[in-house]
């Protein structure tokens, strides 16, 4: 719902547009200072400007403009995730709207059942950006939008929808504190559904599927979801073998700090999901298939969840460590 911005305004106060409201006086300042500019600015960060001084940054929300009268920005606010290599992931506020005929100004503060966040370049790091939307776009969970070049201010901005959840090192410890084989299988499982959806849908994944903030699980949904694709690498059945460290990382680890308890059907269940989900992502390597085939063999014969787990560290884990070895020693031969 809209909410026209008024009441309290002096040039020397700072604006910030999720709390004080500007009166006429602030509103005109506003759109003088945008009518006097050649072309609308794409990204304006926090700070001052003709006296006006904007807690919050603006970024241009792109369109055909076919009504040049008007124009709308995306309030960006807070920094809420520091650890991209590349950027800043901030809060997007709400959406400011702005009419030059009837010299108005609206602000619609963003819903809290779907946030947004806006990620900005440390600098205009146009290439990452763009593997980052061409990878992202094909997700519809993330909302993605294509991403704004201000080469004024030497930024990119990429802006899509807020996804919740925990990286994998909170997941870790977060599903050691449960001593449960289900919740722990179902972690690995919900990974290689969410990474096979990447390498055979799209044909690209993100160069280290390990690295903090890459992929969120969402404990509630049981879902994982990629949500940071920059350097991300195109793969085909004999590169992806690289990512087969994530793989051996994740199942061993995740694995651990589990007590030993009767094997259920429901175990079981999830246990064949496993084999399905991994074969389904490595279809032509014959190690790694074998050990998945020995499982299914012996799954039957198996009463105690120590006796799965050793059999999936041994057979499974070890093929994963094999071809991954093999695969590093051949890219390291050279080639003439």
Same mark, same amino acid.
């Given at each position: ?74 309030? !960006? ?15 997007? &506020? ?22 947004? %966040? ?9 290439? %990452? ?16 939008? &294509? ?106 680890? %995740? ?10 059907? &429901?175990? *079981? ?9 991994? *074969?389904?992502? !490595?279809?032509?390597?014959?190690? %790694? ?45 050279? *080639?003439?």
């Amino acid at each position: 719902m809209f909410a026209y911005i008024e009441n309290f305004f002096s040039s020397d106060s700072e604006i910030n547009f999720t709390k004080d409201k500007l009166d006429k006086t602030a509103t005109s300042k506003l759109i003088d200072y945008f009518s006097r500019q050649n072309t609308l600015p794409l990204f304006l960060p926090a700070g001052k400007y003709s006296g006006i001084v904007l807690q919050q940054s603006l970024v241009l929300i792109p369109g055909d403009r076919q009504n040049p009268q008007t124009c709308s920005y995306l309030v !960006v606010g807070e920094v809420i995730n520091k650890t991209g290599t590349t950027g800043l992931i901030h809060k997007v &506020e709400g959406t400011l709207n702005i009419n030059f005929s009837n010299k108005t100004i609206t602000y619609n503060a963003d819903p809290p059942n779907s946030p947004r %966040v806006a990620k900005i370049s440390k600098n205009e790091n146009q290439n %990452v950006f763009d593997e980052q939307y061409t990878i992202g776009k094909n997700f519809p969970h993330l909302n993605i939008i &294509e991403p704004i070049f201000d080469p004024k201010q030497h930024k990119a901005i990429l802006v899509m929808n807020f996804i919740s959840g925990m990286d994998f090192d909170q997941s870790l410890d977060n599903l050691w504190e449960i001593d449960d084989l289900t919740s722990r299988l179902d972690f690995i499982n919900e990974f290689f559904i969410a990474y096979k959806a990447q390498l055979y849908d799209i044909g690209r994944t993100h160069g280290d599927l390990l690295s903090t903030g890459n992929f969120l699980y969402d404990f509630e949904k049981n879902k994982t979801n990629f949500i940071d694709f920059e350097h991300s690498q195109i793969r085909d059945e004999n590169s992806y073998l690289s990512d087969f460290s994530s793989f051996r990382v994740i199942i061993n680890q %995740v694995l651990q700090q589990l007590s030993d308890k009767e094997l259920t059907q &429901e175990h *079981r269940e999830k246990i064949l999901q496993l084999c399905n989900n991994l *074969r389904a992502v !490595v279809p032509k390597n014959k190690e %790694v298939n074998e050990a998945i085939a020995k499982l299914e063999h012996e799954l039957p014969n198996l009463t105690r969840t120590k006796e799965v787990i050793g059999l999936i560290t041994s057979s499974i884990y070890q093929a994963l460590v094999n071809s991954e070895s093999e695969y590093l020693s051949q890219s390291a031969q050279p *080639r003439f």
